[in-house]
């Protein structure tokens, strides 16, 4: 579709790229303190409205007050991160080569590089993170800080609550003096119309955090283009937790709780919930399995975020309950409109390596167990899952040949490591790394999480023999 057919069908598209487009280059020219106080500003509004916005986001998504209350903090949290990191002139590094006399390969000319803000992002609200993932979420937040626009596509989940947030940005903006565009928004359109919205020529980069089939469809459209841009899609995952022996010998209550904890937080809506757990085939296995489907059966997870993803969850259990050689270790005894049931399903190494269908992502309470008989039935399971934004490793904290073997699996496929504890929950520092191999996300250098993901909006750029104005400009006003 062209730009000018986007115009036409979706005028809401056309007219919020325009604002963005025409707000870009007075945004990415501003000195820092302009984008650490906007960022800050953001921060200070969710926090003076926070009952409101909590109660709200409650409303439509089911979540919970505490949960929504600790997301919105954690929100407001980031975005005086990215703050920081302007203030410290993280988007603005500069390294300079100085010239060398001669020709090359020994001599040189004066290089310096430098960042250029990318251009518009199109930013695609997830929808388990109303506040996190959303309008004043991550990709917001370092595209902002790298002195991009965004143009902020709310998600169906929670439209209300995004409209909010949105009207907030708008007073921020006008209190600081900056164009609307800043943080332009996309509203009341179907969801097809996001592939008008990645294919608009003005937009220069794309942030999306969803499903694989919506992502995969986004990620097309934005190398369809005449002109591709970079797409960073986070796209679900399986999260394999490898349960090693060592990881049972003080008992198997105390880690079936746990991991039954985590397997049903926020209901299952985590993209790094722990959905293919690992399990040896010996009595310490089977034990550790009977506990946690005692611990999941205790669980109590509240309503999904939609009826459609709520029956998409459906769906996927049936789909894996019904591959030839899975066992149902737990299940309702009965459908619930209201709220999902916790799901437990087993099945052998040999059965998950071939039969692909078993690698699919149940989004909710569930999980598979794979039963293994050693660290060669666990290496090949790694192998065939592909990408995955978490691989948990329990029980592998010696130094040993195996332990090394099953790390170095794990770092090839995963985005994040863990040796101890749970993959739900992410903390925003500037070491975290949330990505993967595909199918994980379509750009595992990049994360969505973390004061590294300003990087996702920033081209470098090499300036030669360049006057100190001109490279000045880059430098945010901070002193060189």
Not at 313 to 318: I, K, T, V, W
Request: net charge negative; charged share 15%; hydrophobic share 45%.
């Amino acid at each position: 579709m062209s730009a000018v057919a986007d115009s036409i069908a979706y005028p809401s598209i056309a007219r919020a790229v325009e604002l963005a487009r025409d707000a870009q280059s007075v945004y990415a020219s501003a000195p820092a303190k302009v984008r650490s106080a906007l960022l800050r500003g953001l921060a200070n509004t969710l926090e003076r409205h926070s009952d409101e916005l909590v109660s709200l986001a409650d409303d439509e998504t089911h979540l919970g007050r505490v949960r929504l209350n600790g997301e919105l903090a954690r929100t407001a949290f980031q975005l005086r991160g990215f703050a920081e990191r302007v203030d410290a002139g993280v988007p603005f590094a500069t390294i300079d080569d100085v010239a060398v006399p001669g020709t090359p390969p020994v001599g040189r000319p004066r290089l310096t590089r430098v960042l250029e803000p990318l251009g518009p992002v199109a930013m695609f609200s997830a929808s388990n993170f109303p506040f996190a993932f959303s309008v004043f979420g991550g990709d917001t937040a370092s595209a902002l800080a790298a002195g991009c626009v965004v143009v902020v596509k709310p998600h169906a989940g929670h439209p209300e609550l995004s409209r909010r947030v949105h009207a907030l940005a708008g007073d921020v903006l006008r209190e600081q003096a900056l164009p609307a565009g800043v943080i332009a928004f996309v509203d009341q359109v179907p969801r097809d119309a996001g592939t008008a919205l990645v294919s608009h020529p003005a937009i220069a980069a794309v942030a999306f955090t969803g499903s694989y089939q919506g992502g995969l469809a986004l990620w097309r459209a934005a190398n369809a283009r005449p002109s591709p841009v970079p797409f960073y899609g986070e796209l679900g995952s399986i999260n394999p937790l490898v349960v090693q022996p060592a990881a049972l010998v003080n008992g198997v209550d105390a880690p079936a709780a746990t991991l039954a904890a985590s397997i049903t937080l926020g209901s299952g809506q985590f993209c790094t919930s722990p959905g293919l757990l690992l399990v040896r085939s010996d009595e310490d296995g089977e034990r550790f399995v009977v506990a946690l489907a005692d611990a999941l059966a205790k669980q109590a997870p509240h309503r999904m975020l939609t009826p459609a993803m709520y029956a998409g969850f459906e769906q996927a259990s049936r789909a894996i309950s019904g591959q030839p050689g899975v066992r149902t270790r737990l299940a309702p005894s009965a459908a619930d409109d209201a709220a999902p049931a916790p799901r437990l399903y087993e099945t052998t190494a040999d059965r998950f390596i071939s039969q692909p269908a078993l690698h699919e992502e149940m989004f909710g309470p569930a999980a598979l167990v794979v039963r293994v008989h050693d660290d060669a039935d666990v290496l090949q399971v790694l192998e065939a899952i592909g990408g995955s934004l978490t691989v948990t490793l329990w029980g592998a904290t010696d130094d040993t040949p195996g332990n090394r073997a099953l790390a170095a699996a794990a770092a090839r496929i995963g985005g994040r490591v863990l040796f101890g504890g749970v993959p739900t929950g992410v903390a925003v520092c500037d070491a975290q790394q949330h990505g993967g191999p595909w199918p994980a996300s379509t750009d595992p250098q990049s994360t969505s999480v973390g004061y590294a993901a300003v990087a996702r909006f920033l081209r470098p750029v090499a300036l030669q023999e360049a006057p100190g104005w001109a490279i000045d400009a880059y430098r945010g006003g901070l002193p060189s």
